[in-house]
């Protein structure tokens, strides 16, 4: 019968290869690579801040106003301590590189024949312990900008979700009425029969005004198959629905899906609207930030986080719209809003201009 026991030199062999991968691992974490990779990156982000903020506002992202203040304090606490952590940095690297030369040299000697089985156990235990004490350095270090770093990614994230909204706005099918702020915009799938979500229901962009929720259907469909095989599509971009958001009488945020991960927006409407009730599966963002956001549009707790103040001369206008059609006497129950020229009476179809 064959031994299975190993073969003591082929284990020597195989321990001596496996210690110096390792310590070749150490030796370029002594340079404390990540660290000084997340170092660069915050830098970079904080300086980018002031930029990406004015750029939102020059495309006239009216809320949020507390985002500019936010970027100057982020710079401040980075200017006061940039230049220690930096230092901190190399200082670190330069020891931890002094320190692990003697180890080093130690694992250079390592040979099969000239080392015992003891001699190169004793060597990999002080690798893995200097890989602890390089990782303890890593944390010291991070530790010293890590809740600035969180601060900052938050923000970004934030300021990342905009961008995408304003792209999405200046992709729009259709116009924004004038002076009208966009205050979000997520991907969602329109569930048209307020049921569940099936293949003809439209995909598109859900989009949040200070006055307005519109769905924009905008997605690619098949025009022509080859034995069930889409060989042709065509882009459909249209507006599916607007409705003020003073018509929305409820919102709720569900959490749905086998593992309670799809973001859900059920919402109820006033009588007279284009429909009910309304259901949106939302793509890449919480459904309970979106109930939030459309409750602070309804109560116009909104306006108290803007950056760019709404025209008053097209509030006075609004105020100044009349209840009743000149025409047939018919009340005008609609909606008025800011940035509307027209209102057609439902009565008799007369159009009154503002």
């Known amino acids: 019968m064959a031994s299975t026991q190993e ?31 997340d170092f660069s990156e915050l830098d970079t982000k904080i300086a980018n801040l002031g930029l990406r903020i004015q750029k939102l506002r020059d495309r006239k992202y009216a809320f949020n106003k507390i985002i500019e ?14 230049l220690s952590i930096q230092n901190q940095i190399t200082t670190e690297a330069n020891n931890l590189r002094n320190a692990v030369r003697p180890l080093e040299m130690r694992v250079n000697s390592l040979r099969v024949g ?21 990782s303890s350095s890593e944390r010291m270090l991070k530790d010293q900008f890590d809740d600035l ?18 792209e999405h706005c200046d992709a729009a099918s259709f116009g924004f009425l004038p002076g009208e702020a966009v205050v979000m915009a997520v991907k969602a799938v329109w569930t048209r029969d307020d049921k569940k979500e099936d293949k003809d229901d439209p995909e598109g962009i859900l989009f949040l005004t200070d006055q307005r929720l519109l769905f924009e259907q905008k997605e690619e469909i098949a025009t022509k198959k080859v034995l069930f095989v889409t060989t042709e599509r065509e882009l459909v971009q249209k507006l599916q629905f607007e409705v003020p958001v003073v018509s929305v009488e409820t919102v709720k945020a569900t959490k749905q899906g086998l593992f309670k991960n799809e973001d859900w927006i059920e919402m109820v409407l006033a009588s007279g609207s284009f429909s009910r009730e309304v259901k949106l599966h939302l793509d890449g963002q919480d459904s309970n930030e979106w109930q939030k956001l459309i409750t602070r549009v309804k109560t116009r ?27 047939c006497g018919g009340a005008i129950t609609a909606p008025v809003l800011r940035g509307q020229d027209t209102i057609k009476c439902e009565f008799c179809g007369n159009v009154i201009r503002l």
């Open 301 to 327: 707790e909104i306006d108290a986080d803007r950056a760019i103040a709404i025209d008053q001369a097209a509030v006075e206008k609004v105020k100044a719209a009349p209840s009743q059609c000149p025409n």
């Open 114 to 134: 000239l080392t015992s089985q003891g001699m190169v156990d004793a060597i990999k235990h002080e690798i893995d312990n200097f890989e602890s004490r390089v």
């Open 69 to 82: 203040k936010q970027g100057s304090e982020f710079q401040k606490q980075w200017a006061s301590k940039k």
């Open 149 to 166: 770093q969180t601060e900052v990614e938050n923000l970004g994230t934030d300021l990342s979700k905009v961008e995408s909204t304003l």
């Open 7 to 37: 073969n003591p030199v082929e284990k020597l062999k195989q321990d001596i290869e496996s210690a110096k991968r390792d310590f070749s691992s150490v030796i370029s974490n002594t340079g404390l690579n990540s660290v000084r990779d």
